[in-house]
Each structure stands twice: as structure tokens, then as C-alpha cells.
């Protein structure tokens, strides 16, 4: 498969973030548009955990650690110097990269509940750090928190309103997509398919599995602080609740729920993790209620579905095509 070669797959995927660029901002009231852009940022984090699962079969449970430190950056740079938006943005991404470069020593020895364990610990880690110093909101000194009302985040020009922003998000992480698509269609991607199957015979076919690993962190890395900065950007001030380290959990388990090998599965679970809460809360049900549905999804994952939600729709999409022929 070529690297611009558009899959009917693709061809899904430019159509639901066009109407989900285009159409939504039009219908969806500002509590709603605030809960799609929130969905936007965690599909983008969510991206990373299935992108590193489905890849290489390695479990990182630091995703929502590693937003918490992109949104970090992105408010210390908002308050601190008169950068643009989008540099301020690139910035953050950047900066987690380096702490997903960090995480992937443990991984060059450990796989399996072991580096599940070692990065869910970084994630307790950071928790404890976010709890500690807070996030900065306009205060002098490094940490820049004061007490009071917090100083206006500034939003893209094109982006000032909740529907415009909403637009930036999706586009934002349309192209997150698209990175991950880029390498999987190149060496890397090859590289990574390889080492998943067997490190051995990867090195032995000459492949750097230290480099390839940790470029696998630094992408993962990348994208979750993206998508912590694109949350600091909707919100205006982040809160240290929003990063504990039991979310890293949840993201992996929905991930295998909606079905980490496909792109729609990435943004069923994020729908599962942000719009099924914000759904129960409108009907009048207590949102907690939506922890047992994600615990059926995950026991129907495990035993009837390793593909998850979106493998099921592809085999019934599959099988109906088949059918029709």
C-alpha cells in the first residue's frame, strides 16, 4: 500500500471529521460543544495508547499523566511569553515527547505487567507532582500559580469561539491520524510489526529495536501532550483531578473496547470515556453508572471480541458486502 494511497477506511475517516468539523459546531449547544472538544482531545491521547498497543503489543498506562504535563507546558507558556498559539502547542507536544522518551527506558528491558506497572507508577507519579505544585494560571515565579482568579487564555484567531475551537480540535487531531497512518505505511511501521511478532528475529532482520521503541514513546508522547495543551486551550485552567493515574487505566481498557487497530475504535472510546457520562448526567442517571457499562465492554471485549466494538462493525460490514455479492 503506497503512503498516499487512500483507503475506503480513509475515505470514513475524511468523512466523519468533516461532519464532525462542520456539522456538529452548527447543532450542538455550548455544553454539548465543550463535551465534543473534550472528546476531540482525549481521541488524540486515546490515539497514542491503542497506536502503541496495536503496534507493538506494549501496554503504556501514562497517557492521561502525559496529558496533564502538555497541558502543563501550555499554560506556563500561555502566561509566560507571547507565543502563538500553535508554537505554544508544537512546544507541549514536544516537551512530552521528552517524557515519553523517558518512559521508554523501562521498556528496552521490560514488557507485559511489568511495564504496565512501571509506567502506571510514572503516572502515580505525576499525579502526586500535578497535586503538589498545581497549574499555573497567571502567577509569577516558575510554577506560575497564584491564588485568585486566573488570567484569559489565549485561543488561536481562528478559533475564539467554542465552535471555531471545536473545528481547530478535530482538524488538530485529524492530523494526528494521519502521523500515526505515515509511519505504519513506512519502515517504521514495518519495523514495529516485526518487533511485535518477535524482537529476536527483528534484530536479527537488522532492525534497531532501542531506536524503534523509543520512537514509539516519543509518538505516543507527542500526542498526548498535543491533546493536553488542546484541553488547556478549551477549558482555560486544568485541574490536577482530571489527570489521576486510575484514568490511564480506563483509556487502555476502553481502547481494547473499541478496538485498538482501527481508527473509528479510537473515537468509540473516547465517545465511551466523555459523551456516555455527559448522556447518563442529561437523562437524570448517576454518570458512575457508566463504569459498569465499561466493565460488560471490556468482559465482551476479552471474551467474544479481541478487536472490540469497531473489529465487530468491520465483520458485519464484511459479511453484509459478501452477503450482497
Known amino acids: 500500500m503506497g503512503l498516499f494511497t487512500i483507503t475506503p477506511s480513509g475515505w470514513a475517516g475524511i468523512a466523519f471529521a468533516i461532519v464532525a468539523g462542520l456539522v456538529i459546531p452548527m447543532i450542538a449547544g455550548n455544553l454539548w460543544l465543550s ?27 501514562t497517557q492521561v499523566g502525559l496529558m496533564g504535563v502538555g497541558g ?25 515527547m521528552g517524557f515519553g522518551w523517558l518512559l521508554a527506558l523501562p521498556a528496552l528491558r521490560m514488557r507485559g505487567l511489568y511495564l504496565a506497572l512501571v509506567t502506571l507508577m510514572a503516572a502515580g507519579g505525576l499525579e502526586i507532582m500535578f497535586a503538589t505544585f498545581q497549574f499555573p494560571n497567571g502567577g509569577a515565579g516558575f ?88 484541553l488547556a486551550g478549551s477549558l482555560g485552567l486544568l485541574d490536577d483531578g482530571t489527570f489521576k493515574a486510575s484514568e490511564s487505566i480506563l483509556l487502555f481498557a476502553l481502547a481494547v473496547v473499541g478496538g485498538a487497530r482501527y481508527w473509528y475504535g479510537v473515537v468509540i472510546a473516547a465517545a465511551l470515556y466523555r459523551i456516555l457520562p455527559a448522556l447518563l448526567n442529561n437523562w437524570g442517571v448517576d454518570a458512575d453508572l457508566s463504569f459498569v457499562i465499561f466493565g460488560a465492554g471490556l468482559l465482551h471485549a476479552v471474551i467474544t471480541a479481541p478487536d472490540g466494538i469497531a473489529g465487530q462493525v468491520r465483520g458485519l460490514v464484511l459479511r453484509k458486502k459478501e452477503a450482497a455479492t
Open 143 to 230: 510554577w506560575g500559580v497564584k491564588t485568585g482568579s486566573a488570567e484569559a487564555f489565549r485561543r488561536p484567531w481562528i478559533a475564539q469561539s467554542a465552535e471555531g475551537y471545536l473545528r481547530y480540535t478535530v482538524a488538530v487531531v485529524t492530523l494526528g491520524f494521519l502521523l500515526i497512518e505515515a509511519h505504519r505505511r513506512t519502515a517504521p511501521g514495518r519495523a514495529w510489526a516485526m518487533i511485535r511478532r518477535s524482537e529476536a528475529a527483528a534484530m536479527a532482520a537488522g532492525v534497531n529495536v532501542t531506536l524503534m521503541k523509543t520512537w514509539a514513546f516519543g509518538i505516543a508522547g507527542l500526542l498526548a501532550g498535543v491533546a493536553g495543551g488542546l
Open 72 to 96: 502543563w507546558v501550555m499554560l506556563r507558556l500561555n502566561h509566560a511569553l507571547p507565543l502563538p498559539f500553535e508554537a505554544n502547542l508544537v512546544l507541549s507536544g514536544l516537551v512530552t
Open 35 to 61: 463535551v465534543f472538544t473534550s472528546t476531540g482531545c482525549f481521541v488524540l491521547a486515546l490515539a497514542g495508547v491503542a497506536f502503541m498497543y496495536a503496534r507493538l503489543g506494549m501496554v503504556s498506562l
